[in-house]
T-cell receptor, first 112, second 112 residues
């Protein structure tokens, strides 16, 4: 079964500090991993996906298949990074269905 | 460029009433999803569709039905609303299961 675990519901850091939002997944096949972000009063939007290997707004995420993790990192947090972050996984299940599932989310607060 | 549009944005229902939420996308996407967002529970997949005329159950399908008669529309129905269905509902669409999902603005439903 597809499963995404985000162990931290809340994460609070000070501006300029490094931040890491954890994501672990369970999937039997070759997954596609994503990070989505929801800023206050805005729609959920894609932040980055592992296949693109990009750095978006200073954030990076590396897929570690051995540890089944896809942690999101930023070396210097900014106040505008305060938002709800969701890790997501997509793929084809054993039954042949294709779906996109999300973790429970981590609310990041960056304090001045 | 509308993207993904949900109708209505807000609704209050009495227990036992029925209603339909409409999701419309203008990006010619094959995949469409309905999620519910609850505090501490993240985004949970209700139903999804991988193409016109197809639907499949997600993680929490009970109490909901869906239809995808036209490629651009994905309807979510509540036949007999219950207070446990009070939530924020999000629709999303994507070209394929492994590409970026675009989200609607959400529908806040309260069942009293």
């Amino acid at each position: 079964a597809q499963r995404v675990t985000q162990p931290e519901k809340l994460l609070s850091v000070f501006k300029g500090a490094p931040v890491e939002l954890k994501c672990n997944y369970s999937y039997s096949g070759s997954p596609e991993l994503f990070w989505y972000v929801q800023y206050s009063r805005q729609r959920l939007q894609l932040l980055l996906r592992h296949i693109s290997r990009e750095s978006i707004k200073g954030f990076t995420a590396d897929l570690n298949k051995g540890e089944t993790s896809f942690h999101l990192k930023k070396p210097f947090a900014q106040e505008e990074d305060s938002a709800m972050y969701y890790c997501a996984l997509s793929g084809i299940t054993q039954g042949g269905s294709e779906k996109l599932v999300f973790g429970k989310g981590t609310k990041l607060t960056v304090n001045p | 460029n509308a993207g993904v549009t949900q109708t209505p944005k807000f609704r209050v229902l009495k227990t036992g009433q029925s209603m339909t939420l409409l999701c419309a996308q203008d990006m010619n996407h094959e995949y469409m999803y309905w999620y519910r967002q609850d505090p501490g529970m993240g985004l949970r997949l209700i139903h999804y569709s991988v193409g016109e005329g197809t639907t499949a159950k997600g993680e929490v399908p009970d109490g909901y039905n869906v239809s995808r008669l036209k490629k651009q529309n994905f309807l979510l129905g509540l036949e007999s609303a219950a207070p446990s269905q009070t939530s924020v509902y999000f629709c999303a669409s994507s070209y394929s299961v492994n590409t970026e999902a675009f989200f609607g603005q959400g529908t806040r439903l309260t069942v009293v």
